[in-house]
């Protein structure tokens, strides 16, 4: 399996490690619950090496990515600004979800997930040869990347990182900066995927340990992909291969928000999503306290039709099962639909995600007593 700059320290620190995607990646470092509350109470650390960060540059880069996204490149006029989007297949399916940022005219950065980097990379790769031929496109596979998560976490990334902080302070949600050049760089975005305040990281690889060790050493606790996947299911936040894929169009699991289909701009999969109106949605699903644990696959029925969970699990913030599940269009939240959890039927609550937030619940009073 494929390893990053930090397996040995994983390894070193006693981490329980597992295939992801290909690469052998911490699940959890003891207690997965307790790495959980460290990024809702304090600061946690993930190490998200594995994800692809591709420098897109040279004149024409804009104009690319106008076409290669579904989102619109052309609302980013401020250096440093980040958009989430999707790349699309033609028939208009989600091929990933990423985040670009733009520093000029000629040079973007997308961030890409792990299990579908390389693929990503084809893929961009095969659209420049047809439309862009002379951009770069480099991946960037010499800079490591920490994700610090938590209502701590950038002040104690400042106390581990100081020569960071004059960098980003000032930045806004959804901000990044890039800092220093060459193989020198380092690169501090306000950004996450688990509904906490917090920076990603990218530093030199030979960097990565002792960037690691530093956080450690002030404060933050490293977390493995199991805390990783209950933060972002409590956050609301879809993941590549549960609820999107190639078959699913960014209109039918909650990423229509990131779909600009009102200007004249044309992109990969529009005219496929123009003539395929949704027939499914994404929605929160919740039960009471005790009263089971959700899980992907399970099927949903509903007044309107089945649906099938796409990602479930216990909420360690809220003490009760939590779900995201597409369901047919016309359920809507507050309705309650019944889920086939071996040979009963539970009956769940309706809600639009987020679950939680800022270390809080998102749900109506009446779901969580």
């Not at 052998?24 to 207690?31: I, K």
């Not at 052309?74 to 399916?93: H, V, W």
């Not at 996450?192 to 690889?205: A, C, I, K, R, S």
Request: hydrophobic letters at 45%.
């Amino acid at each position: 399996m494929k390893t990053t700059p930090l397996h040995e320290t994983h390894r070193s620190a006693g981490a329980r490690l597992v295939d992801f995607a290909g690469w052998d990646m911490p699940l959890h470092y003891g207690s997965q619950l307790e790495e959980h509350h460290a990024v809702r109470r304090d600061a946690g650390m993930f190490d998200t090496s594995h994800m692809l960060a591709i420098d897109i540059e040279g004149t024409g880069a804009r104009a690319f990515l106008r076409y290669a996204l579904a989102n619109n490149v052309d609302r980013l006029t401020t250096p440093g600004k980040a958009q989430y989007s999707c790349l699309l297949t033609e028939d208009g399916g989600v091929l990933d979800d990423l985040i670009v940022y733009f520093f000029a005219e000629d040079f973007f950065r997308v961030i890409v997930n792990a299990g579908t980097a390389d693929g990503d990379f084809a893929w961009l790769g095969g659209l420049r040869a047809r439309i862009a031929p002379a951009l770069s496109l480099r991946p960037r596979r010499d800079l490591a990347m920490i994700a610090v998560q938590g209502p701590n976490a950038r002040e104690k990334t400042w106390a581990a990182l100081p020569d960071l902080r004059a960098a980003s302070e000032p930045l806004g949600v959804f901000f990044g900066v890039r800092v220093g050049a060459g193989s020198a760089e380092r690169f501090i975005a306000r950004t996450g995927y688990t509904g906490e305040d917090g920076f990603e990281v990218l530093v030199p690889n030979a960097r990565a340990v002792d960037a690691w060790k530093r956080l450690a050493q002030a404060g933050v606790r490293p977390c493995g992909l199991g805390a990783r996947d209950t933060l972002r299911l409590e956050a609301g936040m879809n993941l590549y291969g549960h609820e999107m894929d190639a078959t699913v169009t960014p209109l039918e699991c909650g990423l229509a928000w990131t779909v600009d289909l009102k200007s004249q701009r044309d992109f990969v999969g529009k005219q496929a999503l123009l003539a395929r109106p949704p027939l499914r949605q994404l929605v929160g699903l919740v039960l009471p306290p005790r009263g089971g644990v959700l899980r992907a696959g399970q099927v949903v029925h509903t007044a309107q039709g089945a649906g099938v969970i796409t990602s479930g699990t216990f909420s360690p913030t809220l003490g009760q099962s939590v779900a995201l599940a597409r369901v047919p269009l016309g359920v809507a939240p507050g309705d309650s639909v019944q889920v086939a959890v071996r040979d009963k039927h539970l009956e769940a609550s309706v809600v639009k995600p987020p679950f939680a937030r800022h270390g809080k619940s998102m749900l109506p009073a009446m779901e969580i007593h």
